[in-house]
């Protein structure tokens, strides 16, 4: 359901923005966002601290509520389905 609710934002598509980047190829592009970060914990932190790295030229708009909102398992499935987006 959370991954649905991504969608609303975020498109699946290459170079489509909804409000906020596509997520195609999140799962490798994150791997090089932030030194010393692997794609798993950009993702993570990206989820549960959204302001934390914004992408430039988008606004700091996702909610921030996710750390509370999913369960550990819902967790688990979303940042592992974003890290099979490559």
Same mark, same amino acid.
């Given at each position: ?30 791997? =090089?966002?932030? $030194?010393?970060?692997?794609?798993? /914990? *950009? ?27 999913? =369960?550990?398992? $819902?967790?688990?499935?979303?940042? /592992? *389905? ?5």
């Amino acid at each position: 359901v959370y991954v649905s609710n991504c969608a609303g934002c975020h498109a699946l598509e290459p170079d489509t923005i909804v409000i906020g980047p596509s997520l195609a190829g999140v799962g490798t592009r994150a791997d =090089t966002r932030v $030194d010393g970060y692997d794609a798993r /914990a *950009y993702i993570e932190t990206s989820i549960l601290n959204p302001g934390a790295y914004i992408v430039e030229g988008f606004n700091d708009v996702m909610p921030k509520n996710f750390g509370k909102d999913l =369960t550990s398992a $819902d967790f688990d499935a979303v940042v /592992a *389905y974003l890290l099979s987006l490559k």
